[in-house]
C-alpha cells in the first residue's frame, strides 16, 4: 500500500475534519463574549521571573532604592512571623499541610515549604459518607482512597508533591464534590467545578 | 478596531490587559482550537468547553508565552493537554462520544453521497487509537508541519511521521474491509 503525497485519503480527511468544526459553527458563536465574560477582569500572571524582571528593569527612583524598599519590607514580616510564630496554633514542622478546612492564607504558607517531603493533607468533613476518594491532575484523575480511622467523620489522606498547580475533586460515595472551600482557585469544565491549588508557590498553567 | 490589527500587536494589547483584542484573538483561533479539541475528544461538547478553557488558560498565561514563538503552536499546546486531562478525566465519568449531526445542503443526492463518504470517514477515524488519531487531526485539520505536531504531543518528528502513515494505513484496511468483507 503507497501513501503518496496526492492521496485522496488525505483530502477526506480533511473534508471530514472541517465538516464536523462546520456543524458546530452555531454553537461556536459568542465563544468570545463567553470567554471574556469568564474572564472578567482577570489579568495575566506576572508570574515570578516577571516580577524579578520588572524589579530589574531601570527605574526613575533607581534600583537600590527600589531593591532597599523590598529587602526592608522581607525583613519586617521575618520579624512579625518570628515573634507570632509561637502564637501559631500549629507548628510548622510538625503538622502537615492542610488543604481543607483550613484558612487559604494558612495553607498556602505551609504549602510553600517541602511538600513532596511532608506531603500535602487533603482533609474533607463527610460526617455520613461511606467512600471518600480525591481525584484530580496529580493521580491522572484516578482516585486516591481517603480515610477516617477513628470515625469522626474526618476523612485526610496525606499525598506526596512536587511544587506545581494542580487541579482535584473529591468523590464522596460516588458523587463529585469540586469545590474545596480551602482551594486556591475553582475551574469549571463540563459543568462540574474541581479545585486548583498551588503547591510551592509554582506550577505551570499550560 | 481590532480586526485589522496582527496578530503580534493583538497579543501585546491583551498583555496589557486590553480584553478586546484578545476576543479577537479568540474569534481568529476558536475554529482551530474546536477542531483540535474535537479530534482528540470525540464528543462536541466536551470540546466545546475545553476550547473555552483553552482561551482562558492561555490568556491567564498570556505572560509566560514568548512573542517570537508560533501563537497557534502555543493555543494548541495549551489546548491539547486539557484534552488529555479530559481523557484521563473520563476513565472515571464516561460519556457518550460521537455525536455529529451533518447539516444538509441544497443538493440531496449529493449531500447524501457526502454525507456517507463522511459518516465512513469520521467513524474510522474515531476508532483508531487515540495515539494515531490526534496526529491524523493535527495534521490533516490544523495543517501543521510534522515539527509543530511533534512539539504539541511532545514525541519526536519520526514518531510523528510514523503514526500519521501507520493511521492511514489503518484507515484504508478498515476501508477495504468494508469492501470486500471476505
Same mark, same amino acid.
Given at each position: ?29 459568542g465563544l468570545e463574549e463567553r470567554v471574556l465574560g469568564s474572564l472578567g477582569d482577570r489579568l ?22 527600589? =531593591?532597599?524598599?523590598? #529587602? &526592608?519590607? /522581607? @525583613? $519586617?514580616?521575618?520579624? *512579625? ?15 502537615? =499541610?492542610?488543604?481543607? #478546612? &483550613?484558612? /487559604? @492564607? $494558612?495553607?498556602?504558607? *505551609? ?15 463527610? =460526617? ?57 482557585e475553582y475551574v469549571r469544565s463540563?459543568g462540574?467545578y ?13 | ?18 480584553t478586546?483584542?484578545w476576543g479577537?484573538?479568540v474569534?481568529?483561533?476558536k ?17 466545546e468547553d475545553i476550547t473555552h478553557d483553552a482561551f482562558i488558560r492561555a490568556y491567564v ?21 486539557l ?100
Amino acid at each position: 500500500m503507497t501513501l503518496d503525497a496526492r492521496d485522496p485519503l488525505d483530502e477526506l480527511l480533511r473534508e471530514t475534519l472541517r465538516q464536523d468544526v462546520v456543524a458546530a459553527a452555531e454553537s461556536l458563536a459568542g465563544l468570545e463574549e463567553r470567554v471574556l465574560g469568564s474572564l472578567g477582569d482577570r489579568l495575566p500572571k506576572r508570574g515570578i521571573l516577571g516580577s524579578l524582571r520588572a524589579l530589574a528593569a531601570p527605574t526613575r527612583g533607581g534600583r537600590w532604592g527600589q =531593591l532597599a524598599v523590598v #529587602g &526592608a519590607t /522581607a @525583613a $519586617a514580616f521575618l520579624l *512579625v512571623g518570628t515573634l507570632l510564630s509561637d502564637r501559631l496554633p500549629f507548628s510548622r514542622h510538625e503538622e502537615p =499541610l492542610l488543604l481543607g #478546612g &483550613a484558612p /487559604a @492564607a $494558612a495553607t498556602k504558607s *505551609v504549602a510553600s515549604q517541602s511538600p513532596a517531603e511532608n506531603g500535602v493533607l487533603f482533609i474533607l468533613p463527610a =460526617l455520613n459518607a461511606r467512600v471518600v476518594s480525591v481525584v484530580g491532575s496529580f493521580s491522572e484523575w484516578e482516585p486516591v482512597p481517603l480515610s477516617d480511622d477513628d470515625g469522626d467523620g474526618i476523612w485526610t489522606t496525606q499525598i506526596p508533591l512536587p511544587p506545581g498547580r494542580y487541579e482535584y475533586a473529591f468523590i464522596i460515595d460516588g458523587r463529585w464534590w469540586g469545590q474545596d472551600p480551602s482551594a486556591d482557585e475553582y475551574v469549571r469544565s463540563f459543568g462540574e467545578y474541581s479545585s486548583v491549588r498551588y503547591v510551592g508557590g509554582g506550577g505551570d498553567g499550560a | 478596531m481590532y480586526r485589522t490589527q496582527d496578530e503580534v500587536s493583538l497579543l501585546r494589547a491583551s498583555l496589557e490587559g486590553e480584553t478586546a483584542a484578545w476576543g479577537e484573538i479568540v474569534m481568529r483561533y476558536k475554529d482551530a482550537v474546536f477542531g483540535l479539541c474535537l479530534g482528540f475528544l470525540r464528543n462536541r461538547a466536551d470540546a466545546e468547553d475545553i476550547t473555552h478553557d483553552a482561551f482562558i488558560r492561555a490568556y491567564v498565561n498570556l505572560r509566560r508565552y514568548n512573542l517570537e514563538r508560533k501563537f497557534s503552536t502555543w493555543v494548541f499546546t495549551i489546548a491539547a493537554n486539557l484534552c488529555r486531562n479530559r481523557l484521563r478525566y473520563r476513565r472515571n465519568h464516561p460519556v457518550m462520544e460521537v455525536d455529529f449531526e451533518l447539516e444538509g445542503s441544497a443538493d440531496p443526492a449529493r449531500t447524501v453521497a457526502r454525507e456517507e463518504r463522511q459518516v465512513r470517514v469520521r467513524t474510522a477515524l474515531n476508532s483508531l487509537p487515540y495515539a494515531y488519531r490526534t496526529p491524523l487531526v493535527l495534521r490533516f485539520y490544523n495543517d501543521l508541519s510534522y515539527k509543530e505536531i511533534g512539539d504539541i504531543l511532545a514525541i519526536p518528528e519520526g514518531t510523528v511521521k510514523t503514526r500519521i502513515h501507520r493511521g492511514k494505513a489503518m484507515l484504508k484496511e478498515m476501508f477495504d474491509k468494508e469492501r470486500d468483507p471476505s
